[in-house]
């Protein structure tokens, strides 16, 4: 059997890669090994790996984050990451490890396994997020990757633009519209019970991350949101907390203020986990922040995003995605676009351009197919211009 070696490290990324762990759990042919580390490991975070171990057995926790969200703190994470990504390998002997994404952690674990030459399968490469280091991290993934699965054939052929041979590129569609697809959503009364919480007649869901590269602070952009979120009238406000990145704890307390003082109106999540986002963007009218779920799946459920500042700058969007800076006046402008009657009727026909929600048997057909014997060494495909 084909030892399939998956690493996350936060509770979206998990929620991305479930039914490929599904997949190869399930299959003959492959033997699935899990590495969880990051967030989901840390209680400030909601412990989120108890929520893995009801699904799956966990092969090894690696403890990595150190109690400090500066540039000094994530740096010094990511190294003590690899030293133990390259001890747990060396135990597991994977035959190909498996990775999604941007995150720094991420990059710790391919870095390890690239160096015990291990072949690296990178889902969701080749996209741009101009905001945030994370473009950086991902595009450093896709070189020290040897397939790649992609989200579009636009990113698709950027990967093959960095150089990767296009008989190991494949465009496979988005992974979270495969979750809508599969999960069985929770009926509204459900979800209102589940997050003990009554939803109004207007409803949005927040999730805000750090801007690592933007000039003015995560704070002050999310107070920019937080005063424009003030001027709504008859609206609840679901928060979902921000990721372990530079400066996250700060948006994090301000959300914790922000629903002491208003909490006839609002609630905050370190984690809802999959089944409790997605079943929140049936209910909610708008997905309002920076995170990549408002251009990856809140379209699916034809409701509007107000995508605030540059992070996901350079992505793929529907036109169900409204775009505006981080600055009070700006965010009001984006409401009430959203409420138009313009809007409303748009989002009606909207369509979802990241895939048709089938992407995990796609990758299951290739890790089946591919020869990882020969796989590790790799030519830098010119394109001919």
């Not at 992609?150 to 960095?162: F, M, P, S």
């Not at 969007?317 to 409303?344: G, M, P, W």
């Not at 089946?368 to 830098?380: G, H, M, Q, T, Y």
């Amino acid at each position: 059997m084909k030892k399939i070696c998956i690493v996350t490290g936060t509770r979206a990324e998990y929620g991305l890669l479930y039914w490929l762990m599904k997949e190869i759990e399930a299959d003959k042919e492959f033997q699935l090994q899990l590495i969880v580390t990051g967030m989901h490991l840390s209680s400030e975070f909601g412990l989120t790996y108890k929520e893995i171990e009801k699904e799956f057995k966990i092969d090894k926790k690696i403890e990595m984050l150190i109690s400090s969200d500066t540039s000094i703190g994530i740096s010094k994470s990511m190294g003590l990451a690899q030293i133990s990504f390259a001890e747990v390998y060396e135990e597991l002997k994977p035959d190909i490890v498996v990775v999604l994404g941007d995150r720094y952690e991420i990059f710790s674990a391919t870095s390890a396994a690239m160096i015990a030459k291990i072949p690296i399968a990178h889902l969701h490469g080749g996209e741009t997020t101009e905001g945030a280091f994370d473009e950086s991290i991902r595009h450093s993934i896709t070189k020290m990757s040897h397939l790649h699965f992609t989200a579009t054939d636009e990113y698709k052929n950027r990967v093959i633009q960095l150089g990767e041979h296009p008989s190991r590129v494949f465009n496979v569609g988005g992974m979270g519209i495969e979750n809508i697809k599969r999960l069985k959503l929770l009926t509204r009364d459900e979800f209102e019970k589940s997050i003990e919480f009554k939803l109004n007649k207007k409803n949005i869901l927040v999730t805000f991350h750090p801007v690592t590269l933007e000039n003015s602070t995560a704070q002050e952009q999310f107070q920019q949101l937080l005063d424009a979120i003030d001027e709504l009238e008859d609206t609840n406000i679901i928060f979902t907390k921000a990721n372990s990145d530079t400066d996250g704890r700060i948006i994090n307390q301000m959300i914790d203020e922000y629903v002491t003082k208003n909490f006839h109106k609002s609630v905050g999540f370190n984690s809802l986990g999959q089944l409790k986002y997605l079943s929140a963007l049936q209910y909610v009218d708008a997905m309002v922040g920076n995170s990549s779920s408002g251009l990856l799946e809140a379209p699916s459920f034809k409701i509007g995003t107000i995508n605030i500042g540059d992070r996901q700058k350079g992505r793929i969007k529907a036109d169900s995605v409204i775009d505006c800076s981080a600055n009070k006046t700006d965010i009001e402008k984006a409401f009430e676009r959203l409420y138009s009657k313009e809007f409303q009727d748009i989002l009606q026909n909207v369509e979802n351009p990241y895939g048709d929600r089938c992407a995990s048997k796609k990758i299951i057909e290739v890790l089946k197919n591919v020869d990882l014997k020969n796989i590790l060494k790799k030519s830098f495909y010119n394109i001919k211009f």
